[in-house]
């Protein structure tokens, strides 16, 4: 309609009508952009508000999967301590050396939920939250410290050598009685506070005596102590990285919802 109102015009030569409308035409090409540009401001915005939500979600449950994981490593680092003892003394009893011994091998990994922070990444919406959480998340999501902690203990030459002395049986019955706690996901959450060993005691002196009577138990102890100390070290360093995080959550304000 406007365009066929201009070409009239400019068969009419009437140049004040012609100016009028061109100066509609530019304001209306304005409107549209900054109408244009307020929806995707608003857009940006519920997507940054979302994203701090399932972001603040996940973390949460990162830190309490984390605090969990380094109280384990301190139980493990615990026993790796009292195993060193119970070697020291030749009185000691047998059945606390065989759990301990084992105990000290234990190893546990909680996988961290991070669906968020990639859907953030791959999107390239970074920006829409505030840059103390972006660099906190970025640097917390960059190593997974649990899975090399993981790593490092699996391969362990204690956990190696002692579950090699320990029996079959033995093991089954520590497994049973002594060993970890799980929900109901199947996730460890600690050690069992008792132990029941429904096994024959003559088994258990004569691992017991295994143990002592191997070099080699006491030596890859002393670095087990070093490695499960490190652990326990590495996630407790995360989860002040995801506390500084969530600290900086809390006082969230997306660049969009600033700039209105």
Same mark, same amino acid.
């Given at each position: *309609?406007?365009?066929r109102? *201009?070409?009239?015009?400019?068969?009419?030569?009437?140049?004040? &009508?012609?100016?009028?409308?061109?100066?509609?035409?530019?304001?209306?090409?304005?409107?549209?952009?900054?109408?244009?540009?307020?929806?995707?401001?608003?857009?940006?915005?519920?997507?940054?508000?979302?994203?701090?939500?399932?972001?603040?979600?996940?973390?949460?449950?990162?830190?309490?999967?984390?605090?969990?994981? =380094?109280?384990?490593?301190? =139980?493990?680092?615990?026993?790796v301590?009292?195993?060193?003892?119970?070697? &020291?003394?030749?009185? /000691?009893?047998?059945?606390?050396?065989?759990v301990?011994?084992?105990r =000290?091998?234990?190893?546990?990994?909680?996988?961290?939920?991070?669906?968020?922070?990639?859907?953030i990444?791959?999107?390239?919406?970074?920006?829409?939250?505030?840059?103390?959480?972006?660099?906190?998340?970025a /640097?917390?999501?960059a190593?997974?410290?649990?899975?090399?902690?993981?790593?490092?203990?699996?391969?362990?030459?204690?956990?190696?050598?002692?579950?090699?002395?320990?029996?079959?049986?033995?093991?089954?019955a520590?497994?049973?009685?002594?060993?970890?706690?799980?929900?109901?996901?199947?996730?460890?959450?600690?050690? *069992?506070?008792g132990?029941k060993?429904e096994?024959?005691?003559?088994?258990?002196?004569?691992?017991a005596?295994?143990?002592?009577a191997?070099?080699?138990?006491q030596?890859?102890?002393?670095?087990?102590?070093?490695?499960?100390?490190?652990?326990?070290a590495?996630?407790?360093?995360?989860?002040?990285e995801i506390?500084r &995080?969530?600290?900086?959550?809390?006082?969230?304000?997306?660049?969009?919802?600033?700039?209105?």
């Amino acid at each position: *309609m406007i365009l066929r109102r *201009m070409i009239a015009h400019v068969k009419e030569q009437n140049w004040t &009508a012609i100016g009028i409308d061109f100066v509609i035409v530019v304001i209306g090409v304005f409107v549209g952009i900054q109408v244009s540009n307020w929806n995707a401001a608003l857009v940006d915005a519920q997507r940054g508000r979302t994203y701090v939500e399932r972001l603040k979600a996940d973390l949460e449950q990162n830190r309490d999967a984390q605090r969990s994981l =380094a109280d384990y490593f301190g =139980a493990v680092l615990a026993s790796v301590e009292r195993t060193d003892a119970l070697l &020291a003394d030749a009185k /000691s009893d047998p059945q606390e050396l065989v759990v301990e011994a084992y105990r =000290a091998s234990e190893i546990n990994y909680r996988a961290p939920a991070r669906a968020t922070w990639d859907e953030i990444v791959s999107s390239g919406d970074t920006g829409l939250i505030q840059r103390a959480v972006a660099d906190s998340a970025a /640097s917390y999501f960059a190593v997974d410290t649990a899975r090399l902690s993981l790593e490092v203990l699996t391969a362990s030459l204690y956990r190696h050598r002692v579950r090699t002395l320990i029996p079959l049986a033995l093991q089954k019955a520590l497994r049973a009685g002594c060993s970890d706690v799980r929900n109901q996901t199947q996730q460890i959450t600690g050690f *069992m506070p008792g132990c029941k060993l429904e096994i024959d005691a003559g088994l258990i002196a004569a691992t017991a005596a295994a143990l002592r009577a191997d070099p080699a138990v006491q030596a890859e102890l002393r670095y087990q102590y070093s490695d499960v100390y490190s652990a326990k070290a590495n996630i407790s360093g995360d989860v002040a990285e995801i506390e500084r &995080a969530l600290a900086a959550l809390a006082a969230l304000q997306t660049p969009a919802e600033a700039g209105r």
